[in-house]
């Protein structure tokens, strides 16, 4: 809200030093309010560097916490020894293994069925002369009737699809005068799906009995295993896989779970550009040149974070510091990640990586401080960002109750100087009748005009 340009109209010979003494009092009020607006101003970019910063430090906690989490699964990943026949879905485990699958004699499908005949009109040949069916499903049994006017193909589709028996019925049209009802299960696996016109009395099968689904069946490490579905995630804690075709006879299928260090090094890699991301940060509100969070707690917070990082080390073990695992810090503070000095460390010392950037006592335990940074509804940031919203509220207040009352003394100021203008065009007014009179007067009794 701003205060409109107001203009002074007179009739006297000083209405332009009416109009400078309006517009220099309403530049006087407007110092207070000028200085509210750029509070605001400054208000305003504060809370979104603050955002700014809150979501630098929000991406530096996942990344010490996706290290954590990886070290604590032992960097597990999973690979198939036949990738057209098997697939790991998803991997949340630290033991790694060696799984054969064997004799996967069936994979899992779901049934569906066509009605045995066809009929020359979905919406007008008869379906059925009693109008009642059985639907089974399974181990769920479905009685209904049609209605006379429900009686054809569209009206039993319908019909069958409001149940809400699991399975969706479809009309295939193959000619013009050959119509066919299909009946298809929602889910894979073996099940009885039949569809039986008049079941009190003909008890006619209305569909084929030629598709009834089928089982996923397959041996795991020797051992039997059946599922209604291709995907398996509950037989290998923590694995899920599909098997995706079956298997020759003697044909094995393997699944390897086994710690891959190149998942460490991508954590690394994703964590040295988060802490070089959230140095930037933190270095644009530091200095001579600070931006307008300088000196803030969040700031100060923020650098003991990295500093928490860099300075980070083991007490025991053969890998005790960053430097350590290839990540070192250069004089302007920037981390640098060398993945050949990773790549050369031992396997034997596998564990003490893991260790090292744990959620227990590594530097994973890092992330779990930075929450309460982060924290949407109590962190630092969120509580310093719901005060700024709170002041730019008030701010907004106090700028709208001061430009009411500058407008009302810019009006009061006009009021008198309108006054004074018209009072004075008044005098000015006078004396030009006095002069036109006077030198009427000098016109008429001396013959010439006042020089």
Do not use: C, H
Not at 20 to 48: C, G, H, N, V, Y
Not at 389 to 417: G, H, N
């Amino acid at each position: 809200m701003g205060l409109a340009p107001l203009a002074f109209s007179g009739i006297s010979s000083y209405s332009q030093d009416f109009q400078t003494i309006l517009q220099r009092a309403t530049t006087i009020a407007s110092f207070p309010l000028e200085a509210l607006k750029t509070e605001q101003a400054d208000l305003t970019t504060k809370r979104q560097l603050t955002s700014d910063l809150n979501a630098t430090v929000a991406a530096f906690q996942s990344a010490l916490q996706n290290l954590a989490d990886t070290a604590g699964e032992r960097a597990i990943s999973a690979s198939v020894s036949d990738a057209d026949k098997l697939r790991v879905d998803s991997v949340n485990t630290d033991l790694p293994a060696t799984y054969s699958i064997t004799e996967v004699t069936s994979l899992a499908s779901a049934a569906s069925e066509s009605s045995v005949a066809s009929f020359a009109d979905s919406a007008a040949t008869s379906v059925s002369a009693t109008g009642d069916f059985r639907l089974t499903v399974g181990s769920e049994t479905f009685d209904f009737t049609l209605a006379a006017e429900e009686n054809n193909l569209i009206g039993l589709r319908d019909k069958i699809n409001g149940l809400g028996a699991g399975v969706t019925a479809t009309i295939f049209t193959v000619s013009a005068t050959e119509n066919y009802l299909s009946i298809s299960a929602s889910g894979t696996g073996a099940k009885t799906l039949s569809l039986v016109d008049d079941p009190n009395g003909a008890a006619a099968s209305f569909l084929t009995a030629d598709n009834q689904g089928s089982d996923l069946e397959f041996k795991l490490n020797g051992v039997a295993v059946s599922r209604t579905t291709n995907q398996v995630n509950d037989l290998i804690p923590g694995v899920s896989f599909s098997v995706t075709d079956t298997t020759a006879s003697g044909e094995a299928l393997a699944i390897s779970l086994t710690s891959d260090r190149s998942k460490i090094a991508d954590g690394i890699a994703e964590f040295v550009a988060a802490y070089n991301a959230l140095r930037g940060k933190v270095a644009e509100q530091v200095g001579p040149a600070a931006g307008l969070l300088s000196g803030d707690i969040l700031v100060r917070e923020a650098q003991d974070y990295l500093r928490s990082a860099a300075s980070f080390g083991l007490a025991e073990g053969n890998l005790q510091s960053l430097a350590d695992l290839g990540v070192t810090f250069q004089q302007t503070g920037e981390a640098t990640f060398d993945e050949g000095v990773f790549s050369a460390i031992s396997t034997d010392d596998l564990e003490d990586i893991f260790t090292f950037f744990g959620e227990e006592t590594g530097l994973g335990q890092l992330a779990e401080r930075v929450e309460g940074f982060t924290n949407p509804v109590n962190g630092l940031a969120a509580l310093a960002i719901s005060q700024f919203d709170l002041s730019d509220i008030r701010l907004d207040q106090q700028i709208a109750d001061l430009t009411e009352r500058i407008s009302l003394t810019r009006a009061s100021y006009l009021e008198k100087l309108q006054a004074a203008d018209a009072l004075l065009g008044q005098l000015e007014n006078q004396q030009s009748i006095v002069d036109a009179s006077i030198e009427s007067l000098n016109l008429v009794l001396l013959g010439k005009r006042d020089e």
